[in-house]
């Protein structure tokens, strides 16, 4: 479609395809990565409490004590954290205010797809460079010299394979003069953040969401926690843009998330024995899985296609995502779900697969 009144800047805009969220009835929904479990009933009071005529007034602009809370759960300073509209937000920002230099920013081939999406908004060089063969992420292939930054997603994303914690500091050590922006969105399902680092190098900006440890994707809460003056750059885009990302109702609920963290903590204890059953159960039919560390697998049948399985198992109500992108075309990320819903995946792939 095209339209008169519309700039060229829209007409050769290339948007982000998220996943789809149907309204079916039964559905096992495993094809946006969102939590399996429930958010905390402590959030939920905290919300109806606070849904009262206080709404009619506008929320704090810097969502001051959810920083202060973040802060204190990640023992860094409140001036070294940023909050905002969900991840997605966060990111636009980060990208528009640190990565948009003549020097392109580097990224893999294979990893979270609005990262290129950005790009293109705020016209921002950049430059893919491809996973291994087995897919992992080698950080000796980032030249950046030639580069204003490099932009990782750790565990990745769709693989779900991490990068070890030692392997970024080595790299930023020896890269003081680039952003190295680390989306950590799926670490809290096992494994080890790198925000402890960002006391020691000025250049590291660390993206994290409430969308799938908390389970809050339907309230939209990211944050940024990096160096002050990254976090001030940050804010600065922000303050052009829009001043209140964040609705209070959002900002409560995060801060009572936060503050009952070990409701959050359980159900990502449940996640990844879920994740371990599939990767057994699937891996003995004959699946190859890749090392998750992530609320989601990477897995690939080699005697049906994946788009094949995605559409059979679409016929019984359950949905997973299938990226049509050259590499991964016959693999498939399949959100992990709660026990129920697992033990219904397997058992119906083992019916497609012994039928085909
Ligand atoms: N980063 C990655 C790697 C993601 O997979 C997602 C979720 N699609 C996001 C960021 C954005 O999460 P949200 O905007 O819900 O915080």
């Not at 704090?60 to 959810?66: F, S």
């Not at 994303?157 to 020896?174: D, F, M, R, S, V």
């Not at 005697?303 to 949905?319: D, G, T, Y």
């Amino acid at each position: 479609m095209q339209n008169p009144y519309w700039s060229s800047f829209v007409k050769n805009l290339v948007p982000y395809t998220p996943g789809e969220q149907p309204k079916m009835h039964n559905l096992i929904k495993l094809n946006t990565n969102e939590n399996a479990y429930n958010i905390s009933p402590k959030v939920l009071e905290s919300i109806k409490e606070h849904t009262n005529n206080t709404l009619k007034l506008y929320p704090d602009p810097t969502a001051q004590e959810l920083c202060e809370a973040l802060a204190h759960l990640h023992d860094v300073h409140p001036n070294q954290v940023f909050a905002g509209n969900g991840s997605d937000e966060v990111l636009g920002f980060a990208f528009h205010a640190l990565l948009k230099h003549k020097k392109p920013v580097l990224f893999p081939d294979i990893t979270y797809s609005f990262y290129p999406v950005y790009c293109n908004l705020y016209n921002i060089n950049y430059k893919t460079i491809p996973l291994t063969d087995d897919f992992r992420i080698d950080l000796k292939k980032y030249n950046a010299e030639n580069a204003c930054g490099i932009v990782i997603t750790n565990p990745n994303a769709p693989t779900g394979l991490i990068l070890n914690k030692k392997i970024i500091q080595h790299y930023l050590e020896t890269h003081p003069e680039q952003i190295i922006l680390v989306d950590e969105a799926y670490i809290d399902f096992g494994g080890e953040s790198v925000i402890p680092l960002i006391q020691y190098y000025p250049n590291l900006l660390i993206i994290r969401t409430f969308s799938k440890f908390h389970a809050f994707a339907g309230l939209r809460v990211g944050y940024a926690i990096g160096n002050s003056e990254l976090i001030e750059g940050i804010r600065r885009v922000k303050d052009s843009f829009n001043s209140y990302p964040l609705d209070r109702l959002a900002q409560i609920g995060a801060i009572a998330s936060i503050k009952d963290i070990q409701w959050s903590i359980n159900n990502a204890q449940k996640i990844i024995q879920n994740r371990q059953y599939l990767i057994k159960n699937l891996s003995e039919l004959g699946f190859k899985i890749l090392n998750s560390k992530s609320n989601f697998i990477f897995a690939s049948y080699p005697k049906l296609s994946a788009e094949f399985l995605a559409k059979q198992l679409r016929k019984e109500n359950i949905l997973v995502r299938h990226f049509n992108t050259k590499r991964i075309q016959n693999w498939l990320r399949i959100t992990i779900g709660n026990e129920t819903e697992c033990q219904t995946l397997y058992k119906t792939i083992n019916e497609i697969i012994s039928i085909y």
